[in-house]
């Protein structure tokens, strides 16, 4: 960060009194510039015994496979923000569930949390975000082209807990570069 976005004047980065974190502070109107991680919602959507999944459109990961999330916009809860994801890259509509898992990314500043969601009456198609909607067994996952380690441990926590019967809310650190993959496969 260059410039005050409240004054436009430049901003120096240092830590502020009564602080203990470096932070951008303009001198001249004295704003304090907070960054925070940002917080991608998303769902695991199921009809019947497959997952809904899409081939990513965008970077990063373009072509890859990925469940249907996004950052959160400002003005929806978590779940607003993973159906609203859902509609827009899989153009399908989705009863959400509990929570079901938590990912914090250190090192990219992102915090994940996941939902289990029914998809509504078996129907989706392709979103803009997306090059590519389908339903997947189990067999059938593409676990070698899937976009990102979140998404691999989501999809194996539901496969190991659907077997047992049971869907318990996870928590977990994400410390790899989201550029490699995490070995997942069952």
């Not at 899989?90 to 090192?107: S, T």
Request: glycine share 6%; charged share 30%; with cysteine.
């Amino acid at each position: 960060m260059n410039f005050c976005s409240q004054c436009g004047h430049p901003v120096a980065h240092r830590i502020p009194e009564g602080d203990s974190r470096l932070r951008y502070i303009c001198d001249s109107c004295q704003t304090v510039h907070y960054q925070n991680p940002k917080l991608v919602c998303g769902c695991l959507p199921v009809w019947q015994d497959r997952v809904l999944l899409c081939r990513r459109a965008i970077e990063p990961r373009r072509g890859f496979w990925t469940l249907p999330a996004g950052f959160m916009e400002n003005g929806e809860t978590t779940p607003e923000a993973a159906v609203r994801e859902t509609r827009e890259e899989a153009a399908a509509e989705v009863a959400i569930g509990d929570l079901y898992a938590v990912f914090n990314i250190r090192h990219i500043n992102q915090v994940y949390l996941m939902f289990r969601a029914e998809v509504k009456d078996g129907v989706f198609g392709i979103g803009e975000e997306s090059l590519e909607c389908r339903l997947f067994t189990e067999d059938e996952i593409p676990w070698d082209e899937l976009a990102f380690p979140t998404i691999a441990r989501t999809l194996k926590y539901f496969f190991e807990d659907r077997r047992t019967g049971t869907f318990p809310f996870r928590m977990r650190d994400i410390e790899l570069d989201f550029r490699r993959s995490e070995s997942i496969k069952p």
